[in-house]
C-alpha cells in the first residue's frame, strides 16, 4: 500500500514539478491568453507533450466551463492525467462533475489522483463515492479515499471516518486514525468548533497508538475553551511523559492570560527533570515571566535545567544579566558553559553593547579576558577604545586578548593601532598574533578600495616588519587602487620598494594584476626581478580564475618572455593541466628544445590521458614522447594513450 500511494504521490509531484521548474509561473503565463488558444492546442494532433503541459497550467488560471470537456478527455491519458487534473483543481463549476466521472473509470495511480483532486477541491457531491472507496480491499484506494474525506472536511464526511474507525484494524485503522485528525482540524479551521471536539474525543475514546492521542488533545484543548483548559490542566499533571508533552505544546495555543498563570504555578511545584520544559513553553507565551524563572535556575546547579534558562534569556534576557551570565560561562559543566557563551556572544537587548563595555572597563584578570573575547565576537565597536588601550598593557596575555578582539571589531583606528603595536612588538609569538589580527580586520573592511588607499599612503612612512606586512595586506584587500600602489612600489627607484611589491604580486589573487606584470617585464622596469614577476604571472595562468582562451595567451606570452628553462617549464604544467588542440600544439613546438623537452613529454601525456578528440594530433604527440623520452614511466604512458585512441 505504502509503495503504491508513493509512486502516485511522485507522480504528481513530478508532473507539477516538471511545469514550474520548466516554465514560468501560471500567472506570468496566462496573461492576456486566450482559453479557445489552449483548448485548441491540447485539440492538436501537432502539439508536442510540453506544449499541451503548458496548456493545461495556464488553463488552471484563465480556464472556465469551455475547458472542460477537452480536459475531461485527458484524465484517462497515462500522459496527460496529471496535468488536467492540475488544470481541473482551481476551477468553478463543471470540473467537479468531469473529476467525479473520471473516477469511475480510471484505474491505478490514475483513479488515486482522482481521489486527491476531488479531496483537494473540497468537493462535497464525492462524498458518496468516496465512502464506498473507503471500504475497498484495494488498502491506496481506501487510504486516498480516507484523506479526500478529510481534506473535504464536512460533518458528513468526517462522520464517515468515525463510522469505518469502529471496525478498522492494522494499517486501515491507522490512516483513518491518520485521516480523523486531519478532518478534526479542517472543521476547527472552518468554524465548525464542536463537531471538531467531538472528533478529537472519539480519537481519545478509540484504542489507538499514543500519537493519535497525543494528536487530539492538542487539538481538543486548542479548540473546546474553558474544557480546552481543564484538559490541559490535566495532561499537564499527568504521570505520562507523552500527554505532559502535548500539554506543553498546546501551550501555544491558550490564552496567556490564562496559561501563564498556570505555567508558572506547574513550574513550582513540578519535578526537576520537567522544569525545563515547563520553561520553554512559558517562554513561548510570556517571554518577561520566564527570563525571571530563569535567572533564579541560573543561580541553582541543575545543569539541564541552566541549560534551558539560558536558552530562554537568548530571546529574553536583558543587559542586566550580563553579571549573571559572566558567573555562569565559568561553569565546569561543557554544555552550560556553551550555552552561556552563546548568549553572551548573541543577546541583542537594549543596552548589551554599553553595558558590556563598561563591564570591560572595570574586569580584572580572566574576567577581563572573557569579555574581551565576547566583545570581539560581537564586533563590539563599544569596546574598542578599551581594547586599544589594552594594547600597551604590561600583561602578555591582555594584550593578546584585545589584539584579537580589535582584529575582529575591524574599524579602521583599530588597523592602526595594530600596525603601530606590531611595530613595537618584540616577541615573535605576539607578532604573529598581531599579523592574524590584522588579517581579520582587512577582510571585513567595507570599502576595499578606501582600504587600499590609506595603506598606500603609510607606505612612504613605515619600514622592516611593518613596510613588509602593508604590502601583504594590499594583496588580502586587493582591487584596483591596492594593485595601482604596488604597481608604483615596483616601479620606484628604491629597490627595497620593488623588492616588496614584486613579492606581492607573487600573491595576488586576482588576475588583473596580468598585464600589469607583462608590461613591467617588457619594460624592463625592476630589472633585479624579472624571474619573480614572471612566475607570478604564469602564477595567473595556473591557479585563478581566467577563460581558457586567456590562459592560452597567457602560455604563449610567458614562452614569449621567458629566459630561462625553468620558466618554460611551469608553462609546460600548465599546458598539461589545461588538455586541449591548442594546449598540445604549444607542447608539441616546445618538444624540439632539447632543455625543455621532457617537461614538454609530460605535459602531452598529461594531455592526452584527458583529452583525444584529435585522434591524429595525439597520436603524433605520443609518437615524438615514445621516441624522445628517457623516463620509462613516462614513455609507458605514452604507449598506454596510443592503445586507447586507436
Same mark, same amino acid.
Given at each position: 500500500?505504502?509503495?503504491?500511494?508513493?509512486?502516485?504521490?511522485?507522480?504528481?509531484?513530478?508532473?507539477?514539478?516538471?511545469?514550474?521548474?520548466?516554465?514560468?509561473?501560471?500567472?506570468?503565463?496566462?496573461?492576456?491568453?486566450?482559453?479557445?488558444?489552449?483548448?485548441?492546442?491540447?485539440?492538436?494532433?501537432?502539439?508536442?507533450?510540453?506544449?499541451?503541459?503548458?496548456?493545461?497550467?495556464?488553463?488552471?488560471?484563465?480556464?472556465?466551463?469551455?475547458?472542460?470537456?477537452?480536459?475531461?478527455?485527458?484524465?484517462?491519458?497515462?500522459?496527460?492525467?496529471?496535468?488536467?487534473?492540475?488544470?481541473?483543481?482551481?476551477?468553478?463549476?463543471?470540473?467537479?462533475?468531469?473529476?467525479?466521472?473520471?473516477?469511475?473509470?480510471?484505474?491505478?495511480?490514475?483513479?488515486?489522483?482522482?481521489?486527491?483532486?476531488?479531496?483537494?477541491?473540497?468537493?462535497?457531491?464525492?462524498?458518496? =463515492?468516496?465512502? +464506498?472507496?473507503?471500504?475497498?480491499?484495494? &488498502? @491506496? $484506494? %481506501? !487510504?486516498?479515499?480516507?484523506? *479526500?474525506? #478529510?481534506?473535504?472536511?464536512?460533518?458528513?464526511?468526517?462522520?464517515?471516518?468515525?463510522?469505518?474507525?469502529?471496525?478498522?484494524?492494522?494499517?486501515?485503522?491507522?490512516?483513518?486514525?491518520?485521516?480523523?485528525?486531519?478532518?478534526?482540524?479542517?472543521?476547527?479551521?472552518?468554524?465548525?468548533?464542536?463537531?471538531?471536539?467531538?472528533?478529537?474525543?472519539?480519537?481519545?475514546?478509540?484504542?489507538?497508538?499514543?500519537?493519535?492521542?497525543?494528536?487530539?488533545?492538542?487539538?481538543?484543548?486548542?479548540?473546546?475553551?474553558?474544557?480546552?483548559?481543564?484538559?490541559?490542566?490535566?495532561?499537564?499533571?499527568?504521570?505520562?511523559?507523552?500527554?505532559?508533552?502535548?500539554?506543553?505544546?498546546?501551550?501555544?495555543?491558550?490564552?496567556?492570560?490564562?496559561?501563564?498563570?498556570?505555567?508558572?504555578?506547574?513550574?513550582?511545584? =513540578?519535578?526537576? +527533570?520537567?522544569?525545563?520544559?515547563?520553561? &520553554? @513553553? $512559558? %517562554? !513561548?507565551?510570556?517571554?518577561? *515571566?520566564? #527570563?525571571?524563572?530563569?535567572?533564579?535556575?541560573?543561580?541553582?546547579?541543575?545543569?539541564?535545567?541552566?541549560?534551558?534558562?539560558?536558552?530562554?534569556?537568548?530571546?529574553?534576557?536583558?543587559?542586566?544579566?550580563?553579571?549573571?551570565?559572566?558567573?555562569?560561562?565559568?561553569?565546569?559543566?561543557?554544555?552550560?558553559?556553551?550555552?552561556?557563551?552563546?548568549?553572551?556572544?548573541?543577546?541583542?537587548?537594549?543596552?548589551?553593547?554599553?553595558?558590556?563595555?563598561?563591564?570591560?572597563?572595570?574586569?580584572?584578570?580572566?574576567?577581563?579576558?572573557?569579555?574581551?573575547?565576547?566583545?570581539?565576537?560581537?564586533?563590539?565597536?563599544?569596546?574598542?577604545?578599551?581594547?586599544?588601550?589594552?594594547?600597551?598593557?604590561?600583561?602578555?596575555?591582555?594584550?593578546?586578548?584585545?589584539?584579537?578582539?580589535?582584529?575582529?571589531?575591524?574599524?579602521?583606528?583599530?588597523?592602526?593601532?595594530?600596525?603601530?603595536?606590531?611595530?613595537?612588538?618584540?616577541?615573535?609569538?605576539?607578532?604573529?598574533?598581531?599579523?592574524?589580527?590584522?588579517?581579520?580586520?582587512?577582510?571585513?573592511?567595507?570599502?576595499?578600495?578606501?582600504?587600499?588607499?590609506?595603506?598606500?599612503?603609510?607606505?612612504?612612512?613605515?619600514?622592516?616588519?611593518?613596510?613588509?606586512?602593508?604590502?601583504?595586506?594590499?594583496?588580502?584587500?586587493?582591487?584596483?587602487?591596492?594593485?595601482?600602489?604596488?604597481?608604483?612600489?615596483?616601479?620606484?627607484?628604491?629597490?627595497?620598494?620593488?623588492?616588496?611589491?614584486?613579492?606581492?604580486?607573487?600573491?595576488?589573487?586576482?588576475?588583473?594584476?596580468?598585464?600589469?606584470?607583462?608590461?613591467?617585464?617588457?619594460?624592463?622596469?625592476?630589472?633585479?626581478?624579472?624571474?619573480?614577476?614572471?612566475?607570478?604571472?604564469?602564477?595567473?595562468?595556473?591557479?585563478?580564475?581566467?577563460?581558457?582562451?586567456?590562459?592560452?595567451?597567457?602560455?604563449?606570452?610567458?614562452?614569449?618572455?621567458?629566459?630561462?628553462?625553468?620558466?618554460?617549464?611551469?608553462?609546460?604544467?600548465?599546458?598539461?593541466?589545461?588538455?586541449?588542440?591548442?594546449?598540445?600544439?604549444?607542447?608539441?613546438?616546445?618538444?624540439?628544445?632539447?632543455?625543455?623537452?621532457?617537461?614538454?613529454?609530460?605535459?602531452?601525456?598529461?594531455?592526452?590521458?584527458?583529452?583525444?578528440?584529435?585522434?591524429?594530433?595525439?597520436?603524433?604527440?605520443?609518437?615524438?614522447?615514445?621516441?624522445?623520452?628517457?623516463?620509462?614511466?613516462?614513455?609507458?604512458?605514452?604507449?598506454?594513450?596510443?592503445?586507447?585512441?586507436?
Amino acid at each position: 500500500m505504502k509503495t503504491t500511494k508513493r509512486i502516485m504521490g511522485w507522480a504528481c509531484l513530478s508532473a507539477i514539478a516538471c511545469l514550474a521548474a520548466a516554465l514560468p509561473s501560471p500567472a506570468q503565463q496566462a496573461g492576456g491568453v486566450d482559453s479557445a488558444a489552449l483548448i485548441a492546442v491540447l485539440q492538436s494532433a501537432d502539439a508536442s507533450l510540453h506544449d499541451k503541459a503548458l496548456a493545461c497550467k495556464q488553463l488552471a488560471v484563465v480556464g472556465d466551463d469551455s475547458a472542460v470537456p477537452v480536459l475531461a478527455s485527458l484524465l484517462g491519458d497515462e500522459k496527460l492525467s496529471h496535468y488536467a487534473r492540475f488544470a481541473l483543481e482551481p476551477m468553478p463549476g463543471k470540473a467537479g462533475a468531469a473529476l467525479r466521472e473520471a473516477l469511475n473509470t480510471v484505474q491505478g495511480t490514475l483513479k488515486l489522483g482522482m481521489i486527491n483532486s476531488l479531496g483537494a477541491r473540497r468537493d462535497a457531491e464525492a462524498i458518496p =463515492a468516496l465512502k +464506498e472507496l473507503l471500504a475497498s480491499d484495494d &488498502l @491506496a $484506494l %481506501a !487510504d486516498a479515499a480516507a484523506s *479526500a474525506l #478529510a481534506r473535504i472536511g464536512t460533518p458528513d464526511s468526517v462522520a464517515i471516518l468515525i463510522e469505518s474507525m469502529s471496525s478498522a484494524q492494522g494499517d486501515r485503522a491507522n490512516f483513518i486514525a491518520d485521516a480523523l485528525v486531519i478532518g478534526a482540524d479542517v472543521l476547527r479551521r472552518d468554524g465548525n468548533q464542536a463537531q471538531a471536539v467531538a472528533v478529537y474525543r472519539a480519537i481519545r475514546g478509540a484504542k489507538l497508538p499514543v500519537r493519535y492521542v497525543i494528536a487530539s488533545v492538542r487539538g481538543e484543548i486548542a479548540t473546546a475553551g474553558d474544557e480546552g483548559l481543564a484538559l490541559w490542566e490535566e495532561a499537564a499533571g499527568s504521570a505520562d511523559d507523552a500527554m505532559f508533552a502535548a500539554a506543553m505544546g498546546a501551550s501555544r495555543d491558550l490564552d496567556p492570560a490564562k496559561v501563564v498563570p498556570r505555567l508558572t504555578q506547574l513550574y513550582t511545584a =513540578a519535578p526537576a +527533570e520537567r522544569r525545563g520544559v515547563i520553561l &520553554l @513553553a $512559558l %517562554a !513561548d507565551r510570556s517571554g518577561e *515571566a520566564a #527570563a525571571e524563572l530563569a535567572r533564579q535556575a541560573l543561580k541553582g546547579n541543575d545543569a539541564d535545567l541552566q541549560v534551558a534558562a539560558l536558552r530562554v534569556l537568548a530571546k529574553h534576557g536583558a543587559a542586566q544579566d550580563l553579571d549573571l551570565l559572566g558567573q555562569v560561562v565559568g561553569s565546569d559543566n561543557p554544555d552550560v558553559r556553551a550555552a552561556a557563551q552563546a548568549v553572551l556572544d548573541t543577546l541583542d537587548a537594549p543596552g548589551i553593547g554599553e553595558t558590556l563595555a563598561e563591564r570591560l572597563r572595570t574586569a580584572q584578570g580572566g574576567d577581563w579576558l572573557a569579555l574581551a573575547a565576547t566583545a570581539g565576537r560581537r564586533r563590539l565597536a563599544a569596546a574598542a577604545p578599551v581594547l586599544r588601550e589594552a594594547l600597551e598593557s604590561s600583561d602578555a596575555a591582555r594584550r593578546s586578548a584585545a589584539i584579537t578582539a580589535l582584529g575582529a571589531i575591524a574599524q579602521w583606528d583599530d588597523v592602526i593601532a595594530l600596525l603601530s603595536r606590531l611595530e613595537k612588538a618584540s616577541a615573535d609569538a605576539e607578532k604573529d598574533v598581531i599579523r592574524e589580527a590584522l588579517r581579520t580586520a582587512l577582510r571585513r573592511q567595507p570599502d576595499a578600495d578606501a582600504a587600499a588607499a590609506r595603506l598606500a599612503e603609510m607606505i612612504a612612512g613605515s619600514k622592516g616588519e611593518t613596510r613588509a606586512f602593508i604590502f601583504e595586506m594590499l594583496t588580502i584587500v586587493g582591487g584596483k587602487v591596492a594593485l595601482e600602489a604596488v604597481l608604483q612600489a615596483a616601479q620606484a627607484n628604491d629597490p627595497d620598494l620593488q623588492d616588496l611589491a614584486t613579492a606581492a604580486f607573487g600573491n595576488w589573487m586576482t588576475p588583473d594584476a596580468a598585464q600589469p606584470l607583462v608590461d613591467m617585464i617588457e619594460s624592463g622596469k625592476a630589472e633585479r626581478f624579472q624571474v619573480r614577476m614572471l612566475r607570478a604571472y604564469i602564477r595567473i595562468a595556473r591557479q585563478l580564475n581566467v577563460s581558457a582562451e586567456e590562459r592560452l595567451a597567457m602560455c604563449r606570452k610567458a614562452l614569449e618572455l621567458a629566459r630561462r628553462d625553468a620558466e618554460r617549464e611551469l608553462v609546460m604544467e600548465v599546458l598539461g593541466r589545461n588538455p586541449g588542440p591548442a594546449s598540445l600544439q604549444m607542447v608539441m613546438e616546445e618538444m624540439g628544445r632539447p632543455a625543455t623537452a621532457e617537461a614538454a613529454y609530460a605535459a602531452a601525456v598529461a594531455i592526452g590521458e584527458k583529452w583525444s578528440a584529435n585522434r591524429n594530433l595525439v597520436r603524433q604527440a605520443m609518437e615524438r614522447v615514445i621516441a624522445g623520452t628517457k623516463d620509462a614511466q613516462l614513455k609507458a604512458r605514452a604507449e598506454a594513450v596510443l592503445n586507447r585512441i586507436r
